[in-house]
Every structure is written in C-alpha cells, then in structure tokens.
C-alpha cells in the first residue's frame, strides 16, 4: 500500500546512521515517495538517498544558514516541480545543567532546532502554497513537556517547546493554503543521540517511567511520521502527537 505514492519529501538530519530522519525515510520511500536527504555532509546524504533507490536525492544542507535551506529546497523544486512534504527533523542536544548554558551553547542549541525549522519552513512554503497542499512535521520532544530529560538541557527544553508554538502558529496561518503543520514529540527513543551514554542504572531509571517498559525505536516515530504526511491526516492540524510508551501518563 502506496500512503505516499506520487509525493515528493524532503526530511532535514537524515543522514544519522541510526536516527530518526532515516527511518522516516525509509518508511516514505516504501510508500512511494521520492525522497530527499538533508543533511551537513553531501557525501553522507547521498549515500543514504542511494540506499533508498535510484530517484531519491541527497544534498547538504545546514538548516542554520537561510540561504542554504533556501537553495536546497529550491534544487528540489526544480528537479521535481513540487514539494509535499517538509519534516524538520534536524536537532542537537548538549547535556548542561541551567547555570552552565553559555551563550555559545543556547546560540547553537535553538539555532539548529528552532531556527532551522523556521527556515526550512520558509523555503518550502511558497511552493506548498502555490499547490494549495502541504504536509509539515516537526520533530519536538517530550522534554519540552517535562521541562527536560536525561540529555537534553535547559535550551533544549526551550527549543522544543519553541517547535510547539511554532507549529501551532503555522499550522493556523497556513490552514486557509491548504497547508497541515503538526508536531511529533518522541520520547526515550535509542538513537545514535542516546546511544553509549547510558549507566545500566540510568536506563532502568527511564524504563521505570515508562508505562510500556521499553524505548521507542526510530520505527515508532517514523510511523506517526507517514501518518502526518499522508491522507490519513488530512483533517489533522496544530497538533502536538506524543510518541512516547504513554511517558506523561
Ligand atoms: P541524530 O543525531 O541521529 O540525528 C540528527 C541529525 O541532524 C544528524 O544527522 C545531524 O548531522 C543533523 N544535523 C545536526 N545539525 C544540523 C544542521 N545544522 N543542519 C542540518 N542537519 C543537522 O539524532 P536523532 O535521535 O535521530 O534525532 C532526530 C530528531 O529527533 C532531533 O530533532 C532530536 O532532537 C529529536 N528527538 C530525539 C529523541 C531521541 O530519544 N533520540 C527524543 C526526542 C526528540
């Protein structure tokens, strides 16, 4: 079944090798998407777009840098002549307690989560608004809704929640454009992000408060992610959706 047949995605920081935005992309191009990787490395995304198949794309992209978001969504606009799908996965954390955020590390957490999301939004928008439909994901956290968790600082907690006000904003302007803009807020899931960092103790910490007794896996939010894209959502906007084992229970 084909959810995605015919539809062109670009999903930004999905060159990890374990990380979310690969298993959306995954999922998307199983359904019938054309694909686009967006990522800091070029090498590094194309090799990803080439597991996916021969049509799908990749390209640098540091969604930091307007003029960048800018000129990659505007290749894939000229290679494909629409885009219909944006998620705004790409994300840094830094595990720092308040009173040791610096300026630097604020700049660069809400750069990348917060910023970036604005600007690969703005790239796409016209185009989306010119077809009169659009999906928009954008990957916040559960630490925006618990005020923090076992990495993510203080601004990342910021930058997240940032992402839900945003989203709902978006998603409110641009309803009338025919555009959905929804937020997914993953829980404990093992990435590369999580992945070594953790005592046996800590992780039966995290296991202990979550109802379902294991972590997510880039396949749950990858899941939440096709159904945000597609039709199946069709009448499904400003909505924060918690992927999580039931955390905040
Ligand atoms: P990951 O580190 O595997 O993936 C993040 C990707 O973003 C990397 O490929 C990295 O190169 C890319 N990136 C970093 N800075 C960038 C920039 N300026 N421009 C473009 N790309 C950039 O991590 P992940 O766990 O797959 O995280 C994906 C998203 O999910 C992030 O937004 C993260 O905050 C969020 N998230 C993860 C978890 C978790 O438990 N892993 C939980 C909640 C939310």
């Known amino acids: 079944m084909g959810l995605l047949n015919g539809r062109f995605a670009a999903i930004t920081g999905a060159a990890g090798p374990r990380g979310l935005g690969r298993a959306m992309a995954q999922i998307f191009a199983e359904h019938g ?15 990803v777009a080439a597991e996916l198949g021969p049509d799908h794309v990749g390209l640098a992209c540091d969604v930091t840098d307007k003029a960048a978001c800018d000129a ?14 944006l998620v705004n996965n790409a994300g840094i954390t830094q595990p720092l307690k308040l009173m040791e955020i610096a300026a630097a590390n604020y700049d660069a957490v809400l750069d990348v989560n917060l910023r970036g999301t604005l600007y690969a939004s703005q790239a796409a928008i016209p185009q989306m608004r010119a077809q009169g439909a659009g999906s928009i994901v954008n990957i916040s956290s559960v630490s925006a809704q618990r005020g923090g968790g076992i990495f ?24 009338p454009d025919g555009i959905r803009v929804n937020a997914i807020c993953p829980g404990f899931i093992g990435t590369d992000i999580t992945a070594g960092k953790l005592t046996p103790a800590m992780k039966e910490q995290i296991l202990a408060g979550i109802p379902m007794g294991r972590a997510g896996t880039p396949g749950d939010v990858a899941g939440c992610a096709l159904f945000l894209a597609s039709d199946l959502s069709a009448y499904v906007t400003g909505s924060e959706v918690d992927v999580n084992g039931g955390s905040l229970i």
């Open 33 to 47: 998407a054309t694909v686009a990787i967006l990522d800091l490395n070029a090498a590094e995304a194309q090799a």
């Open 72 to 85: 990659a969504i505007g290749d894939l606009i000229a290679r494909w002549g629409r885009i219909d799908i």
């Open 152 to 175: 993510g600082g203080p601004h990342y907690s910021a930058a997240k929640a940032g992402i839900l006000g945003l989203t709902k904003a978006m998603a409110r302007e641009l309803a």
